[in-house]
């Protein structure tokens, strides 16, 4: 199974900052790698595939880079509806999916 | 619109079994691979189970395995999980999820999301 690790577990942003998130593989997963952000009480939605793609819909203030086994996502400045959790989930090795345990990111 | 819409969830003793549907409408269902991930409360996500297509290939994370099944009927564009043998640690929100690949590739992440339904496993 490939291990996911997210840093930090908690970012403390102020509105307008930016957003560094950071994710971690066992092992490679090449660009395999997509992003998801969830709000309380919803669903996850999806933000980046192919470890630097944004999906239909979402702002150019996130962005992804990294392959491998290091892997970042940005978000550039941040605004009030950017306050989530973020989780990273790796795709090399399907079927078997595995995700990292997030990134909670709160108002500074 | 794509839309996915959880139900059969709810309140089961340990041993006992559930059974959990998604409804699934605005796009060709039986043209995509489909998912079942779960969030137990306040945790992350765990990817559960998923089904190709025709439904002839289907995995499973270790964890659930000859517990739980998952299939779909295309004529009903209808997913499905029965869950048997239920634990306390099976409890979480679970999620029907559309498998999505970038083109040629047979690596599949998540486009659509449905809202979920509560599985609470307790005596």
């Known amino acids: 199974e490939i291990v996911m690790t997210q840093s930090p577990a908690t970012l403390s942003v102020s509105p307008g900052e930016r957003a560094t998130l950071s994710c971690r593989a066992s092992?490679?997963?090449?660009?395999?790698l997509a992003w998801y952000q969830q709000k309380p009480g919803q669903a996850p939605r999806l933000l980046i595939y192919g470890a630097s793609t944004r999906a239909t819909g979402i702002p150019a203030r996130f962005s992804g880079s990294g392959s491998g086994t290091e892997f970042t996502l940005t978000i550039s400045s941040l605004q009030s509806e950017d306050f989530a959790v973020y989780y990273c989930q790796q795709y090399n090795n399907w079927p078997r999916l595995t995700f990292g345990g997030g990134t909670k990111v709160e108002i500074k | 619109e794509v839309q996915l819409v959880e139900s059969g969830g709810g309140l089961v003793q340990p041993g006992g079994s559930l059974r959990l549907s998604c409804a699934a409408s605005?796009?060709?269902?039986?043209?995509?691979?489909m998912s079942w991930v779960r969030q137990a409360p306040g945790k992350g996500l765990e990817w559960v189970a998923n089904?190709?297509?025709?439904?002839?290939?289907?995995y499973y994370v270790d964890s659930v395995k000859g517990r739980f099944t998952i299939s779909r009927d295309n004529a009903k564009n209808s997913l499905y999980l029965q869950m048997n043998s239920l634990r306390a640690e099976d409890t979480a929100v679970y999620y029907c999820?559309?498998?999505?690949?970038?083109?040629?590739?047979?690596?599949?992440?998540?486009?659509?999301w449905g809202q979920g339904t509560l599985v609470t496993v307790s005596s």
């Open positions: 089904i190709k297509q025709d439904g002839s290939e289907k």
């Open positions: 999820a559309r498998e999505i690949s970038e083109l040629g590739i047979a690596k599949y992440y998540f486009d659509y």
């Open positions: 605005g796009f060709t269902f039986s043209s995509y691979w």
């Open positions: 092992q490679s997963v090449s660009s395999n």
